[in-house]
């Protein structure tokens, strides 16, 4: 969907639900003074044109025993080994993120451990086992002190 095609209504649905996912159409219609089968379309039109890009749940990572979050950059033998490395890491179910980078690394993932030990086994047989990874580099995030999206303004769409 080219943004020149979303209109008043959707931004201000696109304000209201990247606030709260959660908030039932029936508020959002209300707020919008449309119908709840107007929003519904909306959202539905904005899902299928890559606008919105999800709207599940965040799980905290601690509740499930992992208390260690952790940024990895990893250096590659040649960047165009990253298709092939990121299949590998897919296999790895404590990585949550991975990005294709510029900078000093290939590629940068975000992954959960339980504990130091198990950080140590990710990286020393898992991660750095991976054939074309020559270096990884990790940062261990002590806090999260900002999770939040995008802020949706009217004037980004005009």
């Known amino acids: 969907m080219a943004t020149e095609k979303i209109d008043n209504l959707d931004k201000k649905i696109l304000g209201i639900l990247s606030k709260n996912a959660r908030i039932p ?7 919008c003074n449309v119908s709840r089968a107007a929003i519904h379309q909306r959202v539905q039109h904005l899902i299928e044109n890559g606008i919105i890009t999800g709207s599940g749940f ?5 509740s499930l025993g992992y208390h260690t979050c952790t ?10 080994m990253y298709k092939s490395v990121c299949e590998r890491l897919l296999l790895i179910p404590e990585i949550v993120e991975c990005h294709f980078t510029t900078g000093p ?9 339980r504990d130091n030990e198990q950080l140590m086994d990710l990286l020393n047989n898992q991660l750095q086992s991976i ?3 020559v270096a990884t580099e990790t940062l261990i ?3 999260q002190s900002i999770k939040r ?6 004037e980004d769409f005009e």
Not at 58 to 62: F, G, Q, S
């Open 25 to 31: 159409f029936k508020d959002v219609a209300a707020e």
């Open 58 to 62: 965040d799980v905290n990572p601690k």
């Open 71 to 80: 940024y990895v950059g990893i250096t590659l033998e040649r960047g165009n």
């Open 105 to 113: 690394y290939t590629m940068l993932v975000k992954l959960f451990a």
């Open 131 to 133: 054939p074309g990874v």
């Open 141 to 143: 995030s002590l806090e």
């Open 149 to 154: 999206e995008i802020p949706v303004n009217t």
